[in-house]
Each structure stands twice: as structure tokens, then as C-alpha cells.
């Protein structure tokens, strides 16, 4: 059973720091790709924007929003994803989701397309004060 549990969620200020953390069982993350969905406050699942994959070659992809600010990163090992998310702003406020794909989608399709993901985590609170 594929199980993924998000971490490391938090209230900031603008223009701090959060690390997030994705811990995958089931399956192993060198053998899918991995992302980040933020769903906005009070928004339905379907609103949600993927913001930054992992392929299983290590291969990245960002959202126009976060580039330059997240990093998203993978621990083969551990079978565990991070985001490293910098000088946030208010708009980065919403549920960080973690979300596997084990169908070999690229990191640009999964960006445009967060129903190609299989798997989801629960989510983690992010919240960014002005």
C-alpha cells in the first residue's frame, strides 16, 4: 500500500523559510516522480497547482511562481522528497500536498496537469503573514 506523509509546515513571515518533507512507503521514490501540490485556502482539490517535481532520473521542473525560490530535492535512500521553500510570500499560503506519479510522466506534463499523479499525501499547512 502506498502511503506518503508530508511534514514541516508552519506559519512565517513573509520572506522566511520552510523546509518540507514527503516520507514514501510502498514504493520507492527512485522509481517514480514526485511533486509538490499547493491547494489555496478554501479552494476545491481541482484549484490546486503542482509547483515542483522530481522525476526518477532527478530531473526538476518548477511552477513560473516559485522559480528561483523552492528547491525540490529527493533522498533515494530514505524514499523521502524535501521542498526548500525561501523568501516566501503571502500568496505561497495554502495545503502542501506531497503526490507521487508512477506512469513516467515528465515534469512539464505534471506541472500542467496534476491528475496525472496517482498517489496523495494529506497535506501540510503553509502559512505566509505580510
Known amino acids: 500500500q502506498v502511503r506518503l506523509v508530508e511534514s514541516g509546515g508552519g506559519s512565517v513571515q513573509a520572506g522566511g523559510s520552510l523546509r518540507l518533507s514527503c516520507a514514501a512507503s510502498g514504493y520507492g521514490s527512485s522509481t517514480a516522480s514526485m511533486g509538490w501540490v499547493r491547494h489555496p485556502p478554501s479552494k476545491s482539490r481541482e484549484a490546486g497547482e503542482a509547483?515542483?517535481?522530481?522525476?526518477?532520473?532527478?530531473?526538476?521542473g518548477y511552477a513560473d511562481s516559485v522559480k528561483g525560490r523552492f528547491t525540490i530535492s529527493k533522498d533515494n535512500a530514505k524514499n523521502t522528497v524535501f521542498l526548500q521553500m525561501n523568501d516566501l510570500k503571502p500568496e505561497d499560503t495554502g495545503t502542501y500536498i506531497c503526490?507521487?506519479?508512477?506512469?513516467?510522466?515528465?515534469?512539464?506534463?505534471?506541472?500542467?496537469?496534476?491528475?496525472?499523479?496517482?498517489?496523495w499525501g494529506k497535506g501540510t499547512q503553509v502559512t505566509v503573514s505580510s
Open positions: 503526490a507521487a506519479d508512477t506512469g513516467r510522466s515528465t515534469p512539464r506534463e505534471l506541472l500542467r496537469e496534476i491528475i496525472y499523479f496517482d498517489y
Open positions: 509547483v515542483a517535481i522530481i522525476d526518477e532520473n532527478g530531473n526538476t
